[in-house]
């Protein structure tokens, strides 16, 4: 894929020292396993225990998507902290949230309070918010032709979380066994904090004057064929794979599978997510965000296929696998498509954008699961997912298509020159 003329060359001046990017790199890394962990607890737990506590089983899966409402509603402060005060202040303000997540959440489980348990996943919905920044923070004062493989390393920390965070519910939810999931949560407390203290020393340029005025309008950034591309896929393929992996836990359980099959089961979701993370900047370096973001949706259509082959526990895990492959290549192919759309002084900007059109479309996607979950079964909220990948797919390739075709005339007529 041709790179957009729009993206001027890196300035010699914001390019970090290796040793500080080394650093930074790995900093990030460690706090995107941290905090990954926190989102796996929220996901492990947030409809077992919305199960326990909400007025009416319907309502069983809203602490999840208010998880997700919170990532959305956070998405536009996290960018403005970030373009005034630097990334590291809007790290730290979302680990503050993180812990306040976990507190909240083990008072919500004492008190039997389910609108306090929302509450709590709300912020805890803000503290992921933040972190969605770190992929991006990486690629933060480093050569353009390295930023693909920067931003995937830093998603790769997200493997320690696939086996952190399922082990940590599994382990803890039952030391207060008067009240079960008390202790996981003071214990996601203490990780949010832990992770604070690593993101004090990473070191990224201060926003200069051009990045704090903003550079072009949104509705300007917003009609490039790329970053139209970008959108797309990066919200679709992050709202089917929330979509599906807030049904999975409750269907597991509907179905008589044991938490302990679900915590397993979740762990090599999130291990899927990250895993290929360690050489899926080189696969897109080779071949292209574009395909690689079609290759991830193709996935994410595999799993479906998958989970509606059967309802044993083989099927729910290897529906999940699938589901975190498909996610890492869809929505890191996204990200990739992001950093290629905009120019430096107008990255916070149109990063947040991007997220917000992302999380707004996760937030439909994870209020719906829980109703048709609860209203219709496993298999419909399976066969309901293609609907939006089969329009991902079309727009996807229209988008890209275009991209392709305004490359070739601006060749030609560079040529004609």
Known sequence: MTSNTNAPASNPCTVLPEKVQRGNIWRLSIAQAL????????????????????????????????????????????GAITRRQGRRAAF???????????LL????????????????????????AVVLSFRFAAADGVEPK???????????????????????????????PVHTFAATFLVQAAVAAVSAFILMGVRLPMPSAAEIAGGRPLAVIARQSRFVAAAICGAVSYMLMNFLMTAAPLAMHICGHSQASANLGLQWH????????????????????????????????????????????AHFWWA????????????????????ESHRPEEKTRVQSLNDFIVFGLMAIGS????????AYGWNT?????????????????????????????????????
């Open 270 to 313: 999130v291990i899927a997510m990250y895993a290929p993370s360690f050489f899926t900047g080189h696969l897109i370096a080779r071949f292209g965000a574009g395909r690689m973001a079609m290759f991830g949706l193709v996935l994410i259509g595999l799993s479906a296929a998958v989970g509606l082959g059967g309802i044993d526990v």
């Open 367 to 374: 209020f719906s699961s829980g109703g048709l979950l609860s």
């Open 320 to 339: 999940l696998i699938l589901l975190g492959l498909g996610w890492n290549f869809g929505f890191l192919g996204a990200s990739a498509l992001v950093l």
């Open 105 to 128: 959440a083990m008072a919500a489980v004492i008190t039997a309070s389910f609108w306090l348990f929302c509450l709590a996943t709300f912020f805890g919905g803000s503290y992921a």
């Open 381 to 417: 909220v399976l066969w309901v997912s293609f609907v939006p990948l089969s329009l991902a797919t079309i727009a996807l390739i229209f988008a890209l298509g275009r991209s392709a075709a305004a490359a070739k005339n601006e060749k030609a007529a560079f040529q004609q020159k």
């Open 35 to 78: 905090a990954g962990a926190n989102s796996v607890v929220v996901y492990a737990t947030g409809a077992i225990v919305g199960d326990m506590l909400a007025p009416t089983p319907v309502l069983a899966t809203l602490p999840i998507s208010i998880f997700v409402v919170g990532m959305a509603a956070c998405i536009f402060p996290v």
């Open 92 to 102: 730290l303000a979302g680990t503050g949230a993180g812990v306040l997540t976990g």
């Open 146 to 176: 390295r930023r693909a493989r920067a931003l995937s390393l830093v998603m790769a920390g997200g493997v320690a979380a696939g086996v952190v965070g399922p082990q940590l519910v599994t382990w803890t939810m039952d030391l207060w």
